[in-house]
């Protein structure tokens, strides 16, 4: 009877486990959905959330990093102050470097002061001779008068250099020069006679990026297309329209009136006669025309010798 009644009850068994491995199969399903939305819940979560158990040492964190961003960009002219003196020093000595045509045209126009056609022709010549030069140099640092220029032909449509002359100096072969040149300089220059720093050791400063490279394509680099246009125009006014300007008529001035007399000051206002009045003191002197001897060159003080004649002594 035992084994008939087991044998009735296997299909209700049967049954039952497939119920619950249908049960057990949807779960699954249900739980293979992404719950990223609850995930980004969690987040804004406080009460047993990440954020309540590291928020103190996030703070100090942040107040440590922006407290030191702070310092590394706006006090770095004062913790840096070698360095940025340095590359102020390196900025300026590059605005010293630029060319200025007034010096040598000056000469020039004293060497050749005639004008009559020839002269003038030279003179002219040399003008645009120094100002192509100069647009040549700073056509190699300057990306302004690069996107200006940039071809060396745009030189003849500007004016500044002609036909004959571009092909002139198209011919120079300089190839080969420069290609020996670069090796033998090169000889030297990879000489790697200081050890290179460790890696970890080094520390980028933002000090001085501008400054390092004043003739870039920001508003506050050197304008040298202002300062070229500036040089044609006042290189050609010396050496064309200066020289054919009539001179003053020479008249009898003040001093030529009295160039035979005495050279009397130049007046003073009110003012600066209070301050002409205290003359330069002489403190120390040794005597002139005396021997040679060490004990005549002693010194004294000028109250007790205004009779003798003196000499600074330095």
Known sequence: MMIEDRIRQLPSQLENR????????????????????????????????LWRS?????????VMYYSIRVFYLIGIDYIFEDDDDRDKYRWWRQFECLSWPEDILSMLCTVIHANDETSQRRRHMIARYINLSTALAWRDISKKIRL????????????????????????????????YA???????????????????????LMVGQDLMRPFGLDDDDIELNYILDRNIATSFAIVNRLQLMNLPELEDDHFWKHKEGKIEPLPH?????ELAEHRPKLHSYVRVGASEDTNSHSLASCISNDKEKRHINW
């Open 182 to 204: 670069f090796f033998f300089f090169a000889l030297f220059g990879r000489q790697n006679l200081i050890p290179e720093m460790k890696a970890g050791k080094e520390i980028d």
């Open 18 to 49: 497939q119920n619950s491995s249908q049960r057990d199969s949807s779960s699954r399903a249900e739980m293979t959905i992404s719950y990223s939305g609850n995930f980004c819940g969690l987040l804004l979560r406080w009460k047993g959330s």
């Open 54 to 62: 590291v928020w103190k040492e996030l703070l100090i964190y942040l």
């Open 148 to 179: 200006r220029f940039p071809n060396v032909s745009n030189f003849v449509e500007a004016g500044l250099l002609t036909e004959k002359e571009y092909e002139a100096l198209e011919n120079i072969n300089v190839a080969a020069l420069a290609t």
């Open 269 to 273: 206002t009110i003012y600066s006669r």
